[in-house]
Structure formats: C-alpha cells, structure tokens
C-alpha cells in the first residue's frame, strides 16, 4: 500500500458548528485576509487565524467556515477551516451547499 492511498470508503466532511457559518471566498486581499460571501447573504472581511495559518491555504471559490467576531461580527469573521474539492462536491451532493 502506498503512503498516498486514499481510503475507498465514505468522506467525513466537518459540519458547521454552532456559530459557524459557511460562506464561499470572492475576492483575495493579501495578508491573509479575503471578502468571503456567507450563506446568511452578508459579505464579510476575514482572516486566517495566525495559528492555523500555515496548515490551510484558502483560494478564491473555496468553500470555508468562518467565526464571526464578537464586536463588528456582520462585517468581520476569521476563518475556521477550508474545504477541500471532494469536501465541497460531497457537501452540494447533500444538499448542504446550494449550487
């Protein structure tokens, strides 16, 4: 068995946890900080935590969870995990994503 063999089974695919919200990245800029729309209709500045920073590397068209911030949380939010292709492709299979 190769160290790169996928597993044949089913995908867990993280759920969003209460005050998660799913969005999807629009726009990249710089400094580990994007425009992602979220699935509440608003438009959101985030960041990519400093801690998690060098473990996701988020593009434009990613799926992501992001926290919203305590103080300014309808415009500002950090990024909680990203979502691979195979992730996202088996979440619109669910019916979680619309799209």
Known sequence: MSAYHQPE????????????????????????????????????????????????????GDYVLIVPWSVEGDEKADIAYRYTKVQSDQLKRQGVIKG
Not at 12 to 39: D, F, K, S, W
Not at 50 to 59: M, P, Q, T
């Open 9 to 60: 089974g089913p995908i867990r695919t993280r759920m969003p946890r209460p005050g998660e919200i799913m969005g999807i990245v629009t726009q990249l800029h710089g400094g580990a900080r994007m425009m992602v729309h979220c699935e509440d209709g608003k438009d959101r500045m985030c960041r990519v935590p400093g801690k998690i920073r060098r473990f996701i590397w988020v593009r434009e």
